[in-house]
C-alpha cells in the first residue's frame, strides 16, 4: 500500500480534464489561506451578463499549475542542451525546478482580494522611492512567506528538494534571488504565461463564449529557450512553427476583453463594488500585506463582503448592488478614437451636467511591441530569433483600446439620451 504522504490525487477540471496533485501538493491547497480561494469569484460580478461566469480563484489555481507543468515540460524537451550545458543543469536540477513551478504557479494568486481585480484599486498605498499601490503578488508573495512556509517546508516529500517558502516568493517575484529559475519567469509572468493561458480558456469556457479559444496545446509543443536581447541569459519564445498559435492567444485575449472584460454592464457593476467596498472597508482600504495585518486581510472574501451587502452597508452603491439597479451607458467612443471622436466625448459629458455620473476608460495593450514581446526561432539554418510583431501583419495591427463611456443613474436615462441626441445632431 502507497503511503499516504506518497500518494497522488485528481480533482476534475471543465477545462484540463483531471489535474493531478501530489499529497505535498494537496496539502498546500488544504490551507485555509488556499482554501480562501474557494470564496473568491475569478470574474467579479461578470455572472450579471454571463451568467455562467461563477467560477473562482481556487480552479483557475488548479489550471495554471498544470499549463506550467506542461509548458515546463515543453522548455525542457525542446532546449535540454541549453540547460544542461548553458545553465548547468543536471536531471536532478530539472527534476526540483519542475516542483519549484508547480508550486509557484499553483500559488500565484493567493493574494487576490476579494472579487479579484475588482478591487485592487482598494489596495494600501506604497511610499517608498516612488508612490505606488500594492499589487496581489505583493499578498501572494507574503502570504506564502509567513502563512504557507510550514506545508511547503515540512512536508516529508520535501526532503529530498529542500524547496523554501522563500524560493517559490522570490520567483513569483522575479526576483534577482531567485538565481538561474528566472529562467522559468516567463512561464509564471508574461506575455505568454501559463495564467494567462488558464484565464482565457477558462473564462470563456464558463462565460459561455469562444472568444478565449485557441490552439494552447499546439503552443505547449513549440516553446523553446532563446537567447535573451535586452539582459544576459534566456527566455521565453516560441518556434516558426509556433507562430499561429502564439498569434491566436494574442487574438483571443483582445477578443476577451473587448467583448467580456470591458463590457458595459460588466463594467459598471465593477464600479459599484468599488465604491460599495470603499464604504464597507474600515478606512475605505484593504490592509497592508504586512505580518500584523495579514490575518486581517484574508478574512476578507466574496462572503464576507456579499454578507455586509446583505446587511444593507455599501452606502448608494451597495443598493444598486443588490437591487441590480446599475448606471447605465448612454454614450461611448470607438475602441479607438480619434482626437475628434475624444473631443466630442468630453463636449457630450459637459452637455451632461450633473446627470453625469461616471465616466469609464479602457486603456489596454493586448501585447506590448517592446524588447520583451514574444520571440520566434526561425526553422531556417541558423535559428534567426525575430519579434512576433514583425512576422505576424495582424498582431502588429493591434492598437491600444483607448474606449471612453459615460453612465447615468437609471433613473435619469431617458433625458441623458435625450441631451446626447441632441448634441450629435448639432454636430454632424
Given at each position: 500500500?502507497v503511503?499516504k504522504h506518497?500518494?497522488?490525487?485528481e480533482f476534475r ?6 489535474i493531478?496533485l501530489?499529497a505535498?501538493?494537496?496539502?498546500i ?6 482554501q480562501?480561494?474557494?470564496r ?8 450579471q ?9 481556487f480552479?483557475?489555481?488548479l ?10 515540460d515543453?522548455?525542457?524537451?525542446s532546449?535540454r ?6 545553465l548547468?543543469f543536471?536531471?536532478?536540477g530539472i ?13 500565484h ?17 506604497i511610499?517608498d522611492?516612488?508612490?505606488?499601490r ?9 502570504i506564502i ?6 506545508a ?8 529530498n528538494?529542500?524547496?523554501g517558502?522563500?524560493e ?8 534577482v ?8 519567469g516567463?512561464i509564471?509572468s ?9 484565464y482565457?480558456l477558462r ?21 523553446v529557450?532563446v537567447p535573451s ?13 509556433g ?6 492567444l ?12 470591458f463590457?458595459?454592464?460588466r463594467?459598471?457593476f465593477?464600479?459599484h463594488?468599488?465604491h460599495?467596498l ?6 475605505g482600504v ?8 495579514l490575518?486581517e ?7 464576507r463582503?456579499?454578507g455586509?451587502?446583505a446587511e444593507g452597508?455599501?452606502?448608494?452603491h451597495?443598493r444598486?448592488l443588490?437591487q ?9 467612443t ?5 482626437a475628434?471622436?475624444?473631443a466630442?466625448?468630453r463636449g457630450?459629458c459637459?452637455?451632461l451636467g450633473p446627470?453625469l455620473?461616471?465616466?469609464v476608460?479602457a486603456?489596454?495593450?493586448?501585447y ?7 520571440p520566434?526561432?526561425?526553422?531556417n539554418p ?8 514583425k512576422?505576424s ?5 493591434l492598437?491600444?483600446i483607448?474606449?471612453r ?6 433613473e435619469?436615462?431617458?433625458r ?5 441626441v441632441?448634441?450629435?445632431?448639432r454636430s454632424?
Amino acid at each position: 500500500m502507497v503511503p499516504k504522504h506518497q500518494r497522488n490525487y485528481e480533482f476534475r477540471c471543465p477545462v484540463h480534464g483531471f489535474i493531478t496533485l501530489s499529497a505535498w501538493e494537496r496539502e498546500i491547497v488544504s490551507q485555509p489561506a488556499f482554501q480562501r480561494l474557494r470564496r473568491i469569484r475569478q470574474l467579479a460580478w461578470t455572472d450579471q451578463v454571463y451568467p455562467g461566469a461563477m467560477h473562482t480563484r481556487f480552479e483557475h489555481s488548479l489550471g495554471v499549475m498544470h499549463v506550467a507543468t506542461a509548458m515546463y515540460d515543453g522548455l525542457v524537451h525542446s532546449s535540454r542542451s541549453i540547460l544542461e550545458h548553458d545553465l548547468k543543469f543536471d536531471a536532478a536540477g530539472i527534476e526540483r525546478d519542475r516542483i519549484l513551478v508547480r508550486l509557484t504557479a499553483l500559488l500565484h494568486d493567493v493574494g487576490h482580494a476579494p472579487f479579484s481585480h475588482a478591487a485592487e484599486d482598494l489596495f494600501p498605498v506604497i511610499r517608498d522611492e516612488r508612490v505606488h499601490r500594492y499589487q496581489h503578488e505583493d499578498y501572494s508573495a507574503a502570504i506564502i512567506r509567513q502563512k504557507l512556509r510550514d506545508a511547503i517546508e515540512q512536508h516529508p516529500l520535501n526532503d529530498n528538494y529542500r524547496i523554501g517558502a522563500d524560493e517559490i516568493a522570490n520567483l513569483l517575484e522575479r526576483s534577482v534571488a531567485a538565481g538561474r529559475a528566472l529562467v522559468w519567469g516567463d512561464i509564471i509572468s508574461g506575455q505568454m504565461d501559463a495564467d494567462r493561458i488558464d484565464y482565457l480558456l477558462r473564462d470563456s469556457l464558463h462565460a459561455g463564449v469562444q472568444y478565449g479559444r485557441f490552439d494552447w496545446r499546439r503552443l505547449m509543443s513549440c516553446l523553446v529557450l532563446v537567447p535573451s536581447v535586452e539582459e544576459p541569459g534566456f527566455r521565453l519564445g516560441v518556434t516558426e512553427g509556433g507562430l499561429h498559435a502564439a498569434e491566436s492567444l494574442v487574438l483571443a485575449r483582445y477578443l476577451m476583453f473587448t467583448q467580456v472584460y470591458f463590457h458595459k454592464t460588466r463594467v459598471a457593476f465593477d464600479h459599484h463594488l468599488h465604491h460599495a467596498l470603499a464604504e464597507v472597508l474600515p478606512g475605505g482600504v484593504f490592509p497592508p500585506p504586512s505580518a500584523d495585518a495579514l490575518d486581517e486581510f484574508l478574512g476578507w472574501d466574496d462572503w464576507r463582503v456579499l454578507g455586509a451587502l446583505a446587511e444593507g452597508r455599501g452606502g448608494e452603491h451597495g443598493r444598486r448592488l443588490r437591487q441590480r439597479d446599475h448606471f447605465r451607458e448612454v454614450y461611448h467612443t470607438p475602441e479607438t478614437p480619434s482626437a475628434r471622436d475624444l473631443a466630442r466625448f468630453r463636449g457630450i459629458c459637459d452637455n451632461l451636467g450633473p446627470l453625469l455620473r461616471t465616466v469609464v476608460s479602457a486603456e489596454k495593450s493586448w501585447y506590448k511591441v517592446d524588447k520583451l514581446e514574444i520571440p520566434v526561432r526561425s526553422d531556417n539554418p541558423g535559428r534567426r530569433v525575430v519579434s512576433l510583431s514583425k512576422l505576424s501583419t495582424v498582431v502588429a495591427g493591434l492598437k491600444p483600446i483607448d474606449k471612453r463611456m459615460a453612465y447615468c443613474a437609471p433613473e435619469d436615462k431617458e433625458r441623458a439620451l435625450a441631451i446626447v441626441v441632441k448634441r450629435e445632431g448639432r454636430s454632424r
